[in-house]
């Protein structure tokens, strides 16, 4: 059973930066991929961003792309979402969350997920 907690999030200006962070505990962090997911407001959750567990496969939502970059540090049992020139398109709860092997974009294929962290971008 894997634990996740997502952090970081908060109340940004368009054209800002932030920082996710999703801390994992109780299974081998390293054996997972690693997604960010967000839901905004009567929206279905979309996945915005993945990596695989050694970090040399990623996966981005046109949406994200080249603002956006997700990565991991297995050593330390973390994966992070760096998020740049936010726009208040962005604005939505984001999510980690866990699976076992590559190419899952459903998030019905993720098997473990974080409690979710608000992001508000305001214009």
């Known amino acids: 059973q894997v634990q996740l907690v997502e952090s970081g999030g908060g109340l940004v200006q368009a054209g800002g930066s932030l920082r996710l962070s999703c801390a994992a505990s109780g299974g081998t962090f390293r054996s997972y991929a690693m997604g960010w997911f967000r839901q905004a407001p009567g929206k279905e959750r979309e996945l915005v961003a993945a990596t695989s567990w050694s970090g040399g496969s990623t996966f981005y939502a046109d949406s994200v792309k080249g603002r956006f970059t997700v990565s991991r540090d297995n050593a330390k049992n973390l994966a992070y979402l760096q998020m740049n020139s936010l726009n208040p398109e962005d604005t939505a709860v984001y999510y980690c969350?866990?699976?076992?092997?590559?190419?899952?974009?459903?998030?019905?294929?993720?098997?473990?997920w974080g409690q979710g962290t608000q992001v508000t971008v305001s214009s």
């Open positions: 969350a866990a699976a076992r092997g590559w190419g899952h974009f459903r998030d019905i294929e993720y098997d473990y």
